[in-house]
């Protein structure tokens, strides 16, 4: 095993003597659970007003990537959307905004105000190879287990995993039938937990994993990164991690197999990641908005059964946001990174010659 794997730094004020992490961010299931008040917002009438009001400015036929944030200007919502941030940013990082009237607004009118949030959270980039920078997370059909399908765009249960992004937003316009609960999960959490039980196999996922580009990069770049699933630095850990990638980059002939070690450590992830004690449930409802950091929070879904009518599938809009003043990170993780805005921020999944585009249906 390398040798920065075995000496990882315990520095700062934030590491404990037995390597673990004492933050805002390294939060148990049981304590979020009793402070729902903390993490949720329910948008009363007064801020369904300001965001309309906000909505009406914006040009009726521009396009969303056109919009800046001066051109949503959000009244009285403003400080309320800064507790949010702060809290994304600086404290648990998670947040649940309740009470969008979707269908009251429509699909549009909806898309709209939700870009309008985001543009003062972050900047959106783009989130698979054709540049989308508005997602969908719904079903199209695919398999899958096919070596360059997403998960987000099949019915089936997606495992604890992190984004390419430093917040990941989602919208939802509509529930399944059956299924589809979210997940979320502190990776710090997860990484004391394996500094406790098995400091070993959590110094095995401080060296890089390989993981597929899942067909997504331009033809300058490997079809795979490597990177360590916890990226430990002075002020704490970053943790980026999709085992499904893992896995699907061992279809490459030109990529190192997995390790018995890391197949171990990555059980023992998933496991503690899944666990009663740090997993916090939650029902998305027709309204809400979901809003993760990436580095500190893990996030999963249960599989879902649709309805039979196209038009009362289950649909999420999503957004992949980079801010100026995230968290944060190490040289050795951006540097595995599909790319950085100019701000020095992940910068999603971008291949170079394909325009960002924001479309209001799925595709």
């Keep these: 095993m390398p040798g920065h794997a075995q000496n990882m730094p315990k520095i700062g004020s934030n590491f404990r003597a037995d390597g673990t992490i004492a933050s805002a961010q390294a939060w148990q299931a049981a304590d979020m659970a009793t402070r729902h008040e903390e993490w949720t917002w329910q948008l009363d009438a007064p801020a369904l007003r300001a965001l309309e009001a906000a909505e009406a400015q914006l040009p009726k036929h521009g396009e969303l990537l056109e919009y800046e944030q001066a051109d949503f200007p959000l009244g009285d919502f403003a400080p309320v959307l800064a507790q949010v941030r702060e809290r994304l940013l600086t404290g648990s990082g998670f947040a649940v905004l309740k009470g969008l009237p ?9 898309a709209r ?5 985001g543009l003062h959270l972050g900047l959106a980039v783009s989130q698979n190879g054709k540049g989308h920078a508005l997602g969908h997370v719904k079903d199209l059909g695919y398999d899958y287990h096919h070596p360059n399908s997403r998960g987000y765009q099949t019915s089936a249960r997606l495992p604890f995993h992190t ?9 939802c316009l509509r529930t399944a039938k059956s299924g589809g609960l ?9 990484y ?8 070993e196999l959590a110094r095995t996922l401080t060296e890089p994993l390989y993981r597929t580009r899942w067909g997504e990069v331009g033809s300058d770049r490997p079809a795979w990164i490597e990177v360590p699933a916890f990226n430990v630095h002075a002020s704490g850990v970053v943790t980026t991690y999709v085992r499904s990638s893992v896995r699907k980059a061992q279809l490459m002939p030109e990529v190192p197999r ?5 197949e171990e450590a990555m059980d023992l992830f998933d496991e503690i990641a899944g666990s009663d004690a740090l997993r916090l449930d939650m029902e998305f409802d027709d309204g809400d908005i979901q809003i993760l950091n990436n580095h500190w929070i893990l996030h999963s879904r249960t599989a879902y059964e649709d309805f039979e009518e196209p038009e009362r599938r289950r649909h999420l809009m999503r957004l992949w946001l980079a801010c100026e003043d995230g968290p944060p990170f190490p040289p050795a993780m951006s540097e595995s990174f599909y790319g950085l805005t100019l701000n020095g921020r992940p910068n999603g999944i971008h291949i170079p010659g394909v325009p960002m585009v924001a479309p209001l249906e799925a595709t």
């Design 258 to 262: 997995v390790t018995a070690q890391q």
């Design 182 to 190: 979210s997940s979320i999960t502190s990776s710090v959490s997860v």
């Design 113 to 117: 105000i939700y870009w309008g949030l």
């Design 102 to 110: 979707i269908e009251a607004w429509g699909v549009e009118k909806s």
């Design 192 to 199: 004391n937990e394996m500094m406790r039980r098995a400091p």
């Design 163 to 171: 984004d390419y992004a430093d917040l990941v937003a989602l919208m």
